[in-house]
């Protein structure tokens, strides 16, 4: 008998496939996903196919570095031209179903159009994959009463959705909305209970839930790092410093700051006198291979690398962020509070300063700020216009890796960490739901 088919349907710039799979789709004009994934055994990948379908050419705009509103709008004519898959990716469904007894179709809700696909087939299932945080959800686009109650029970104050994200970006998310999937199987979370147990059942009480299977498998990266493989130079110097005294900084691959934010963070790191890992890149275009999506970078002040030598690393090119927060050296990440970096920060045990830019980031740093205290902010939502001062980085910077408050910020990270690891773990929630995917998906 033919085995149950998984495929995920990742989108434009995904870094790697959000559950282990027998067929990953990417579009043709994205990296191998195989060559991205991180901190897992590469063996772990002979069962997966990676299976590449063509999307049409579209415009490849560089980031607007001076934006007001920080979210990655150059990257919308990919998303555009990601959305004409959809007939490729229907006569790849039909082989798949023809050779396999179930095809369990997982996708994130932008790529919602897969589900739709599903229906077609009367041996295919869709689940959505939701790579946001518990929080989040609930309060997008609107907070419900129950929501509300449990955020005055903790004394937590929303920020604005103001500045979140552009008009035509929203206008393509709304766009996306007929494709949803009502029949859909069931919801794959990446969260658990450690980090967000009260949210997360909240969640299972809405309506567009009921009557629905949800998983929450959470974090779905790697808690363990195996060894072996390229190591980075980075690395070695870590080794030789101190444990918890480095700090971590990166804003991830989509994110760009002007000019004059990169001069005030590089005096606040110079200022504050710690020990750093700065990862400093352009943000990723749309289409990374194309000619001219290779730029020269930031300037930084002149003097910085030889006023920080042998205290600090800058790193210009993409790095091993997991490895890196996985160090014990490393004591801190300052951090746009991406979902996947807060989980990535938060199950190694590293506290956050956390400097939220766009979507879902300003709630992602409450959570990690005020709900769980395992991180401090560089800067309010409400001042997200304004350049952030050296001073205010420096002080955001020294509160944990200096300040005795510093001390229990640590301490509850370091916790928090063991007991995220554990989730994953024989015994854990994470580890059970997944269990119960897969028996679901194998009956």
């Known amino acids: 008998m033919a085995s149950p088919s998984i495929t995920p349907l990742l989108p434009p710039m995904c870094s790697k496939p959000s559950l282990a799979s027998k067929v990953g789709i990417l579009p043709l004009s994205t990296p191998s996903t195989s060559s991205h994934v991180q901190g897992w055994n590469p063996s772990s990948l002979h069962s997966i196919h990676f299976h590449s379908l063509p999307i049409p050419p579209f415009p490849n705009p ?29 006569s790849l469904l039909q082989t798949l179903s023809s050779t396999s007894t ?53 004394d937590l104050v929303l920020p604005t959705q103001d500045g979140c994200i552009t008009e ?50 959470g974090p779905i990266n790697p808690v363990m790092i195996q060894g072996g493989g390229h ?18 900084l990166s ?17 606040g790191i110079f200022q504050s006198r710690q020990r750093f890992i700065w990862v400093l890149r352009s943000a990723d275009r749309g289409n990374i291979f194309a000619e001219e999506a290779k730029e020269a970078g930031y300037k930084l002040p002149a003097g910085f690398d030889k006023e920080v030598e042998g205290r600090g690393i800058v790193i210009r090119d993409w790095a091993l962020q997991l490895d890196i927060l996985a160090h014990k050296s490393t004591g801190l990440f300052m951090s746009h509070c991406g979902w996947n970096s807060c989980l ?79 989730e994953v773990m024989d015994g854990g929630s994470s580890r059970a739901e997944l269990d119960l995917f897969i028996d679901h998906i194998t009956r």
């Open 102 to 154: 179930r095809l369990v179709i997982v996708h994130d809700p932008l790529s919602s159009f897969a589900g739709k696909e599903a229906e077609s087939f009367p041996n295919a299932e869709s689940y959505t994959y939701q790579c946001i945080a518990s929080l989040y959800r609930l309060t997008f686009p609107q907070v419900s009463e129950s929501t509300a109650n449990l955020l005055r029970a903790h």
């Open 62 to 90: 560089a980031p607007d570095h001076n934006s007001t509103i920080k979210f990655p709008s150059h990257l919308l004519p990919a998303y555009e031209a990601f959305v004409n898959i959809r007939g490729p990716l229907s």
């Open 231 to 248: 190591r980075h130079e980075c690395l070695d110097w870590l080794d030789k410093q101190p444990d918890g005294s480095v700090l971590y």
């Open 168 to 217: 035509e970006v929203l206008d393509f998310v709304n766009r996306q909305l007929p494709f949803k999937n009502k029949t859909e199987s069931g919801i794959i979370i990446n969260s658990c209970k450690n980090l967000e147990g009260e949210f997360l059942e909240l969640r299972r009480q809405e309506l567009d839930y009921i009557g629905k299977k949800i998983f929450a498998i």
């Open 344 to 422: 990535e920060s938060l199950s190694m045990g590293v506290p956050i300063a956390a400097w939220p830019m766009h979507s879902d980031q300003p709630v992602n740093s409450l959570l990690v700020t005020k709900y769980l205290k395992v991180g401090v902010m560089v800067r309010e939502w409400d001042r997200r216009e304004e350049i952030v001062a050296a001073k205010d980085i420096e002080e955001a910077i020294n509160k944990v890796l200096v300040y005795e408050e510093g001390k229990e910020i640590k301490q509850r990270a370091k916790d928090l960490g063991e007991a995220v690891r554990g």
């Open 251 to 267: 804003f991830g691959s989509t994110m760009t700051l002007s000019e004059d934010q990169v001069e005030q963070l590089a005096i």
